[in-house]
C-alpha cells in the first residue's frame, strides 16, 4: 500500500490564530473550562498576551471593550495588595475582618494581572504600588523563596515553587521596586535559592536536590534578568558572588539545554491508534490526507523537537520547545538549537487549522483536559516562534514573557518617569 500523501504547512496562518484568540476573548470558553473559573485573570493573560503577539488586538477591541476588561481588572485588586484571580471571592459589605482571608490575593494573579493591564494601554493611575510592594515582601520566606499568598495570621501560604519566585520577580520589576529600599524583598535571598537550586547537569530544578527540568530552569534564569542579575557571567560582571555564577556553570547550562532537542519521536505519542488508522487507509476511504483532520500532525522522522530529559522521560511537546527557546535567547544561545526544525515541529506539528496550537502532534487547540491543549499552550506555541523571529509576530522579550511593545509601555510608567534606568 503507498505511503499516504500529507500536505505539511510551513507557514503560520496568523489568521486563523487571531480568529482563534477573539473567540476565547468574546465568548464563552469549552465546558472543560469550568474548573479553572478562579484562574480568569490568567486565562486573560494568554489570551491578551497572544493577540498582542499577533498584533490583533488594538484593531479587534472597541474603546469601551477595552475600559470593560480594565475595569473588571481593578475589581480585581485586593486591599490588602496584590490581586485576586477573579471576582468570585468579592464579599461586598458582607465582608469583614474575620473573612478577608478566605479569597487572598495570590502571587500568580498579581503578575498577570499588571501584564493584562499594560497589554490594555492602562496608564496604571489606579494601582496600589505600595500595598502591593508591601505584600509582595510579606510573601518571602526566610529561605528566599515566594508563597502564594498570605492566610491567617501572616502565614505564608504555598509551595515553594519556582513559579512563584519568578512571578514575584517580574512583579517587583514592573513596579520598580528596587528603588523603595524598606519595602523591598530580600534579593539576595532569592538569588541564594536559585544557586541552590542549579543541579550538577547544569539545569534548574524546583529546589535543592531535586531534578533539573526546562521549566523550572526558565524561571530561574528569567528571574535573575529580571533582578538585574542575568545569568551570564561570561558577559557581565553581574555575579551574586565571587563563585557563582561561574563561567563553567553557565556552560553546564547552555550544555544542558542544548541536549534536551533531539531527532526522536516516541511513536505512541503521534496520535493515538484509530489516528494512524485513519492516515494508513484514508486512500480507500476516499478522503485525502489534505482534507483528514488529523493528517496535517503527521511527524516525519527527521523532524527534531526538544524534550526535557526526565527520569521519566516527558512526551516531546510545545511547552518544553518554548521554554527551551526561550532559555536559550535570554542566554544568548539559541545559535545552538537547530531553529529551523523547531519552527518545523511548532507550525507543521502543533499549529492547527482553526488556529491555536496543541500540546502535542495531533492535540486539538483550546481544550484544558488529557490529550488536548489549552490556551496556554496555544499562547506559548505563538510566543516560541516570536522569539525566534517569525514574520508577522512582535517582538518578543523572554524575560517579562511579553512583546517589546509591552516591555517599552512599562518602562515608561509614571514612577519610572525621571528616574535613569539601565537595561536588565
Not at 110 to 130: E, P
Not at 275 to 292: C, M, P, Q, Y
Amino acid at each position: 500500500m503507498p505511503e499516504p500523501s500529507v500536505q505539511m504547512v510551513t507557514e503560520l496562518n496568523k489568521p486563523a490564530h487571531v480568529r482563534y484568540f477573539l473567540r476565547c476573548l468574546k465568548t464563552h470558553l469549552p465546558t472543560a473550562y469550568t474548573s479553572n473559573d478562579s484562574q480568569r485573570m490568567t486565562l486573560a493573560f494568554f489570551i491578551l498576551c497572544a493577540l498582542d503577539l499577533l498584533d490583533g488586538l488594538d484593531t479587534n477591541i472597541t474603546a469601551s471593550e477595552r475600559a470593560e476588561y480594565i475595569n473588571w481588572i481593578y475589581r480585581c485588586q485586593h486591599p490588602d495588595g496584590g490581586f485576586n484571580g477573579f471576582t468570585g471571592g468579592d464579599l461586598g459589605t458582607a465582608g469583614n475582618e474575620a473573612n478577608r482571608h478566605w479569597d487572598p490575593a495570590n502571587i500568580a494573579a498579581t503578575y498577570f494581572a499588571l501584564a493584562n493591564l499594560a497589554i490594555l494601554g492602562d496608564d496604571l493611575s489606579r494601582l496600589d504600588r505600595g500595598g502591593c510592594l508591601k505584600w509582595l515582601k510579606r510573601l518571602q520566606r526566610e529561605d528566599g523563596t515566594f508563597g502564594e499568598a498570605v492566610g491567617l495570621d501572616m502565614e505564608v501560604q504555598g509551595e515553594r515553587d519556582m513559579r512563584f519566585c519568578y512571578c514575584a520577580a517580574a512583579t517587583r520589576w514592573i513596579l520598580d521596586g528596587g528603588r523603595e529600599r524598606e519595602e523591598d524583598i530580600d534579593v539576595d535571598g532569592l538569588l541564594r535559592f536559585f544557586e541552590a537550586s542549579q543541579t550538577y547537569e547544569g539545569g534548574f530544578a524546583n529546589g535543592p536536590f531535586h531534578e533539573a527540568h526546562a521549566g523550572w530552569t526558565y524561571c530561574a534564569i528569567g528571574a535573575m534578568s529580571l533582578l538585574g542579575k542575568p545569568f551570564s557571567p561570561s558577559k557581565s560582571n553581574h555575579n551574586f558572588n565571587n563563585a557563582w555564577p561561574s563561567i563553567e556553570s553557565e556552560q553546564r547550562l547552555i550544555a544542558w539545554l542544548a541536549g534536551l532537542q533531539t531527532s526522536t519521536l516516541q511513536e505512541e505519542d503521534v496520535s493515538a491508534p484509530d489516528v494512524l488508522e485513519s492516515h494508513a487507509h484514508a486512500d480507500t476511504d476516499g478522503e485525502s490526507a489534505e482534507n483528514n483532520f488529523e493528517a496535517a500532525h503527521v511527524v516525519p522522522p527527521e523532524t527534531v523537537v526538544p524534550v526535557v530529559d526526565s527520569m521519566e522521560p516527558l512526551k516531546e511537546d510545545l511547552l518544553w520547545a518554548g521554554m527551551t527557546g526561550r532559555c536559550n535567547k535570554m542566554l544568548n544561545s539559541l545559535n545552538l538549537l537547530d531553529q529551523n526544525a523547531l519552527r518545523r515541529y511548532l507550525i507543521e506539528k502543533t499549529q492547527h487549522r482553526i488556529g491555536g496550537f496543541g500540546k502535542l502532534p495531533g492535540d486539538l487547540p483550546g481544550m484544558a483536559a488529557d490529550r488536548f491543549s489549552d490556551i496556554m499552550h496555544s499562547c506559548l506555541g505563538l510566543a516560541g516562534l516570536a522569539g525566534m523571529g517569525e514574520p508577522g509576530l512582535k517582538a518578543y522579550d523572554p524575560t517579562l514573557c511579553l512583546s517589546l511593545d509591552i516591555r517599552r509601555r512599562l518602562e515608561q510608567s509614571s514612577w519610572r518617569q525621571g528616574r535613569s534606568r539601565s537595561s536588565v
